[in-house]
């Protein structure tokens, strides 16, 4: 699997495109947002703007992983990203992560924009199964996962000690087809059902 390509995806409400150096200061924003920092997992190091300004500099380079920045299309304002990374070539598998700012909550953003990747994974890549750990009181990134048709694999209890208590992760995944069924749509019929 070569992550080089770095398509752009459009939806109705998003557009999936490669990041830019440009897109770092309102990432960083994105960042600082307490909920942000309430459910992703702290980084080993203090980041800087200008780690965080080469980082997103050089994601059109990097051909192991593939992130997207997430525009929400009625305002052409940057909220967030999508990713594919850490590739299983035998397994045709790869982890997906999100992270959507303030701005782009509570509007189906998200979940189209993680319906375009996954779709984007299976369709184009290839891949047979698209897993995710997700803190279990995430309730919001969770319901996300489920529209899109990720299921519940099993659950990391108190695996993480966030603002002195303990949190479970959970593990949740959605295969090749699941996806082909309903096209990360759980709650629609199935096109094969008779």
């Not at 940057?78 to 598998?93: H, I, Q, T």
């Not at 009181?137 to 996962?145: F, P, S, V």
Request: aromatic share 8%; hydrophobic share 35%.
């Amino acid at each position: 699997m070569d992550f080089s390509v770095k398509p752009t995806l459009t939806g109705d409400k998003t557009v999936l495109r490669p990041f830019t150096e440009a897109d770092a200061d309102v990432m960083w924003e994105i960042f600082e947002d307490p909920e942000v920092l309430r459910f992703t997992d702290e980084p080993s190091q203090e980041l800087t703007r200008e780690q965080v300004r080469s980082w997103y500099g050089s994601r059109s380079d990097q051909p192991d992983r593939l992130d997207l920045a997430v525009i929400d299309r009625a305002g052409g304002e940057l909220v967030g990203e999508v990713v594919l990374y850490e590739w299983d070539a035998k397994a045709r598998s790869c982890t997906f992560r999100t992270l959507i700012g303030p701005r782009g909550r509570d509007r189906g953003l998200g979940t189209e924009a993680i319906r375009l990747i996954v779709g984007h994974g299976f369709e184009q890549l290839g891949l047979h199964r698209i897993e995710l750990e997700v803190y279990g009181h995430n309730h919001r990134a969770r319901r996300a996962y489920e529209k899109v048709g990720f299921a519940v694999e099993g659950v990391r209890r108190e695996a993480d000690l966030r603002d002195g208590e303990w949190v479970d992760w959970v593990v949740m995944a959605i295969l090749d087809r699941e996806w082909s069924a309903r096209h990360g749509r759980p709650d629609a019929l199935s096109s094969t059902a008779s």
